[in-house]
């Protein structure tokens, strides 16, 4: 499975911002995709995730301005950002997992993007 994300950029704050993962599955079906981030100094951190029902999850912080989003007929997810906030800046990276569910460790997903950058100027 290969997974691109894309979609980041300079935005600044109260402003929005969608970011979109295109998935390779050579066939195979994913089932939970997530979204996490990691800016400078820190450790990567869950952002949201959804599972292959459609049942989503979002970490307190981001919980009413970002909407995850997937569309399995074209493997890809998005997450939709509203209101954004300088501490939003990170490099966000999308992942997914074969399993079941809508995890939040980093530690389940097994395949990961490359990351896209988002910046939030004040």
């Known amino acids: 499975v290969q997974l691109q994300a894309s979609g980041g950029g300079l935005v600044q704050a109260g402003g929005s911002l969608r970011l979109s993962c295109s998935a390779s599955?050579?066939?195979?079906?994913?089932?939970?995709m997530g979204w996490f981030r990691q800016a400078p100094g820190k450790e990567r951190e869950w952002v949201s995730c959804?599972?292959?029902?459609?049942?989503?999850d979002y970490a307190d912080s981001v919980k009413g301005r970002f909407a995850i989003s997937r569309d399995d007929a074209k493997n890809t997810a998005s997450l939709q950002m509203y209101s954004v906030k300088p501490e939003d800046t990170a490099v966000y990276y999308c992942?997914?997992?074969?399993?079941?569910?809508?995890?939040?460790?980093?530690?389940?997903?097994?395949?990961w993007g490359q990351g896209t950058q988002v910046t939030v100027s004040s």
């Open positions: 992942a997914a997992d074969y399993n079941g569910g809508c995890p939040r460790s980093v530690l389940v997903y097994d395949y």
């Open positions: 599955t050579s066939g195979f079906t994913i089932n939970a």
């Open positions: 959804i599972a292959s029902d459609g049942t989503t």
